[in-house]
């Protein structure tokens, strides 16, 4: 524990972070250092019964009456992750502010959303960014353009926590790193301690607010949903995490399982790697997490004040400048398991609408989805109820990229699967259907033609179109 005296020491005399923050960092590396690993016995995994994972189907309806509910909508704090940067696809700044669609960025869509459900039901729904000392500044500038939108805004920063030096464990400031490269903002699971500390959830608190609605800000699918809300508060639920049926794709999600009596999340890191196999199976762990979450405010002050939240770590090892130093993380779905009354809810997979590369962006700014009211809303007119598996090069991998290379988006309303590799462009009004690859060979451009038709066809030159 003498690593752990010296590492107090070092980081009470770090003039750029809270005492609350301090307090938090020495929390989370002592109950790593004490190595209360969780270990999980695979034998007493159960899978969860529909009364802790309750499908969507059997909600009751919502209130019918209007001003039922404007007062349900009057007990919601809805609260996006705006942590993240949109370095991965290319662009600096947060990444809530790519355009999606129309022009409009994931703010606005938000923004958009909530003003609609304010003004037609005459309620005050609120809207809360948490930011990362990464996109706070931006974010403000960028919030000022709603000044005049029927809609709270408010804004509050996760910590900013010292990176570790592996070496001699010390903090990386204090190695003379001063610059944002010595600092981390520790997961999404730090959501409810800051919250608390912001001050925000006891003002919340004060004007009746009663529940949070968390996801990250580049699911387009995680839209207010009046049914779960009213479930919520009917049974008193501590917390509820929105899950859905996992696909081939989504194999290394985690999954709600019932655990001693409780509803816990398990992640793939937690697996023993003779399961492995078994966790990615769709047979035995059918759903995955979304990250939406429903909270209850005052279930958070009291855990946050007690601090029970003691959520699985999560070690994160990286380089900076040649130096290997250790992130300590945690995850916000990683809390079920503290809350009384905690449930999942099995969604429809329209709920889970992410933005994670440009292979999304081609999805939603296709005709496979409409814009109705700030709703990304998907087409009726295609039948497969999953989407097309979109795979592009790296020459795609930036949005500005990515919006050169197509003049127009294709249609895919009857696409399968693409696979684009190589110096591919994009002309106008193309139609992709079922299984198309497009390979262009080293060092060649290969240019689709405007308004050319390709179905089931693999494209190697002009020759094959």
């Not at 923050?21 to 995994?45: D, M, P, Q, T």
């Not at 994972?53 to 009057?74: F, G, Q």
């Not at 009746?208 to 049914?227: H, M, P, R, T």
């Not at 966790?279 to 007690?306: C, D, H």
Request: aromatic fraction near 8%.
């Amino acid at each position: 524990m003498e690593k752990l005296e010296s590492l107090k020491s070092t980081v009470a005399s770090l003039s750029e972070i809270s005492e609350n923050e301090k307090n938090g960092f020495i929390n989370l590396v002592s109950r790593y250092l004490s190595g209360e690993a969780h270990h999980i016995e695979w034998s007493k995994i159960q899978t969860p019964t529909d009364e802790v994972v309750v499908p969507y189907d059997i909600l009751s309806p919502s209130p019918d009456d209007p001003a039922e509910t404007k007062k349900l909508l009057d007990k919601l704090v809805v609260l996006k992750l705006n942590g993240g940067l949109g370095t991965t696809m290319g662009c600096t700044g947060p990444k809530s502010v790519i355009e999606v669609r129309n022009g409009l960025t994931f703010l606005d869509l938000i923004v958009i959303q909530i003003e609609n459900l304010n003004s037609k039901y005459g309620c005050n729904v609120p809207l809360v960014l948490m930011n990362s000392f990464n996109t706070h500044d931006e974010t403000l500038k960028i919030v000022d353009k709603y000044s005049n939108s029927n809609i709270e805004i408010h804004t509050f920063n996760q910590s900013q926590y010292p990176r570790l030096v592996v070496e001699d464990f010390t903090p990386l400031p204090s190695k003379g790193q001063h610059g944002k490269e010595g600092w981390y903002p520790p997961g999404h699971g730090d959501v409810f301690p800051s919250l608390m500390n912001s001050g925000k959830l006891d003002a919340f608190l004060s004007q009746g607010k009663e529940y949070v609605f968390v996801a990250n800000s580049d699911n387009l699918g995680a839209i207010v949903d009046l049914k779960i809300l009213n479930h919520l508060i009917q049974n008193k639920n501590g917390y509820c995490m929105e899950v859905t049926p996992k696909t081939l794709a989504d194999v290394k999600g985690g999954t709600l399982i019932s655990y001693e009596g409780k509803v816990q999340l398990l992640e793939i890191a937690q697996v023993p790697d003779e399961h492995v196999d078994e966790f990615k199976s769709i047979e035995k762990f059918k759903i995955f997490n979304t990250n939406n979450l429903w909270v209850n405010l005052s279930a958070i002050k009291k855990l946050v004040e007690a601090d029970e939240l003691k959520m699985e770590i999560i070690p994160n090892p990286k380089e900076v400048n040649g130096i290997k130093i250790l992130q300590l993380e945690t995850a916000s779905g990683a809390a079920i398991k503290f809350f009384d009354h905690a449930i999942g809810i099995n969604v429809p997979r329209s709920r889970f609408l992410p933005v994670k590369a440009t292979s999304d962006l081609l999805l939603v700014q296709s005709d496979l989805y409409t814009l109705v009211d700030g709703f990304v809303i998907r087409n009726k007119a295609r039948a497969n109820p999953t989407n097309p598996s979109i795979e592009l090069g790296p020459e795609f991998k930036k949005v500005g990229n990515f919006l050169s290379r197509f003049k127009s988006i294709p249609s895919i309303i009857e696409l399968d699967s693409l696979k684009v590799t190589g110096d591919v462009w994009f002309g106008a009004g193309i139609v992709l259907k079922g299984k198309v690859t497009i390979a262009a060979k080293p060092g060649v451009k290969l240019e689709i033609p405007d308004g050319a038709v390709i179905e089931n066809k693999e494209i190697n030159g002009p020759a094959d179109i």
